[in-house]
């Protein structure tokens, strides 16, 4: 990556690196040759829940436990970053293979996401919390100001989880049953299980994360018709 990219990048973060390799790491994706920023996305993405959270909790000081998790969970999702990655341009600046240059990998919401978590990770460790937090908090703040606990809906897992609940049942069992597609563009596909009432649904998504949802979604009107 040449100067003038980075220099332009660094105007963007409104930060200067101590440490331009770590930058460098934070938007070199997988597929890419050299170290990657997997790494850097794990750390990142928990000081991100942990910013929004706190965020959230002094935001809302009476809205209970369920409902500060659904707000947080309608933040931090794949797209919502994707989004807010892109508004800063991420994806002109992200280091790819040729695999994923070809299929346009620098829109892809997974990937943007990812690059934007690492970002995060690489702000932390170069200038500790403050700077991770303002860069998150700069992105946010917008989203932080509009979100209306009344209009968030629950995510499929915790509507499931809630309804099984209420009927005292067991809670569903989530597992990954194949992963399919080169390291850069895996499909996993996972089996939601409700034992009790012998009833399972196999669904696939680019993630863990978002395979369960949606084989909870495809699992939830199984369940109801079963309980009518």
Known sequence: MDDLTIKQLIELLNYSFKDIKLLEKALTHRSYDGENNERLEFLGDSILNFTIAESLFKKFPNLPEGDLSRLRASLVKASALAEVASKIKLGDFILLGEGELKSAGWRRP?????????????????GGLTPAQQFILNNFNDWLDQINPARIDKDSKTALQELLQSKKLMLPKYEVIDIKGEAHAQEFIVRCSVQQLSLSAEASGPSRRAAEQEAATITMPLVKEKLT
Do not use: K, N, V
């Not at 997974?110 to 170069?126: M, R, T, V």
């Open 110 to 126: 997974s990937i943007l996401a990812d690059c934007f978590e690492a970002i995060i990770g690489a702000l932390y460790l170069d």
